[in-house]
């Protein structure tokens, strides 16, 4: 458990802040490829409401739900990886208050 892993966490991190970021401008690419279809099936409903001349509200509602969906999953993720990076640094923090510790000057 050295600063390798910190690192790689670190970098995890800023990807996953990346895709936080890209969801909340409204990008596709970070949805899952479940969200993704049910993205496209809410965009289709909603073009196809439109054509028959009706209110397109029920596809935003649900576009909008999916969007909200992925931003939690996103945060989830994002809590996560913070948890496990401060693990790590407490954990690097006792072997070398341990180590020292050990010392017999």
Not at 5 to 19: A, G, H, S, V
Not at 36 to 44: D, F, G, I, P, V
Not at 61 to 71: K, L, P, Q, T, W
Not at 90 to 104: D, G, L, N, Q, V
Request: glycine share 8%; proline share 1%; hydrophobic share 40%.
């Amino acid at each position: 458990m050295g600063n390798s892993d910190i690192r790689r966490l670190d970098r995890e991190i800023q990807r996953t802040t990346k895709k936080l970021e890209a969801v909340r401008r409204g990008e596709w690419w970070p949805l899952t490829s479940r969200e993704r279809l049910a993205m496209t099936r809410a965009l289709a409903g909603g073009a196809r409401s439109a054509h028959k001349g009706r209110s397109t509200t029920g596809a935003e509602d649900r576009m909008d739900s999916i969007g909200s969906a992925v931003e939690m999953r996103l945060n989830a993720e994002l809590m996560a990886l913070h948890g496990e990076r401060q693990r790590l640094i407490t954990e690097a923090a006792r072997a070398k208050a341990a180590k020292k510790a050990s010392r017999w000057f």
